[in-house]
């Protein structure tokens, strides 16, 4: 060999690290999050559409997606307009949910006695079905908006209540008394701790709320109101318009899965420290089988 001749690198086959490794199991399982929820939709109206045309159901028993989708193209403007009746009335209950359900959940998660007084009869309102009382909220404010609100506040109440109170209740004794002996007042124990404590509580229970406030406002409109979705569906039945009525079902349906992303994303931006590191755990546990 010549004596200035440098000699070839000798090849590896090193793989990729670690954390190559699971930076690499990460992306794919964003990337999967991503697409998963469109392929099973897709999947399940292609499904729904094959089953209809396969057993040649009527359309008055159940409408192929097409149909739905011709009849969402023919009747946008009714749409459109009566699901915006129906999305305002239930952000407006729902707001109420919100403050009332959050200052009561505070009161009952931070005092024992409020907690043992007022826990059964929150019980018991919430077992009361809503679309009993519906009329009566009509005879006091008369068909029109205001029913579909108060039914929408009523049925999202509950959830906000009860899980503010229980992120709040279940601070440690042991961390109270070291407040406690370093001067705390306990409007600082709740402020500082225990509002932060409930935080991941109260999204929770936002997530479960926002959903449930359009089955109240839905409730409502059918019953007691001359406008919005749940109205549109009862006219629209009344004619054997089964198309439109299931187009009214899913504008609903999509409405309360953007309302829920929505809340996801001031969930990851609020209280994100509560789940740090669990994708990581899961990436690592996949990689180490």
Do not use: C
Not at 10 to 21: D, K, S, V, W, Y
Not at 181 to 200: E, S
Not at 241 to 263: E, K, R, S
């Amino acid at each position: 060999m010549p004596r200035d001749a440098t000699p070839e690198p000798i090849p590896t086959n090193r793989g990729p690290t670690r954390a190559e490794a699971m930076a690499l199991a990460a992306r794919r399982r964003r990337r999967l999050q991503a697409w998963l929820p469109w392929i099973i939709i897709l999947g399940t109206f292609l499904i729904w559409e094959a089953v209809v045309f396969a057993f040649q159901i009527p359309q008055f028993i159940l409408p192929a997606p097409s149909d739905i989708a011709a009849s969402m193209y023919k009747w946008w403007w009714p749409l459109l307009d009566n699901s915006w009746q129906t999305l305002m009335t239930t952000l407006i209950g729902f707001a109420f949910a919100i403050a009332f359900g959050l200052a009561l959940g505070v009161a009952i998660g931070s005092s024992s006695l409020l907690y043992a007084g007022l826990y059964p009869l929150l019980i018991a309102f919430n077992s009361v079905p809503k679309v009993a009382v519906v009329p009566i909220l009509v005879i006091w404010f008369g068909i029109g908006t205001v029913p579909a609100v108060i039914t929408a506040f009523l049925i999202s109440f509950f959830p906000i209540v009860v899980n503010v109170a229980t992120g709040i209740a279940t601070v440690e004794p042991e961390l109270r008394d070291v407040l406690r002996a370093l001067g705390a007042k306990p409007t600082d124990i709740i402020r500082k701790v225990g509002l932060p404590r409930a935080m991941p509580y109260f999204f929770a229970s936002l997530k479960i709320a926002i959903t449930v406030a359009f089955v109240g406002s839905i409730i409502a409109e059918t019953v007691a109101s001359n406008k919005g979705i749940g109205h549109l569906m009862i006219l629209a039945s009344s004619r054997f318009d089964v198309p439109l009525v299931f187009a009214g079902l899913i504008i609903t349906g999509i409405m309360g899965v953007v309302m829920y992303a929505i809340a996801v994303k001031i969930e990851d931006r609020t209280t994100g420290w509560a789940m740090r590191g669990q994708e990581g755990q899961s990436v690592a546990t996949s990689i180490g089988g």
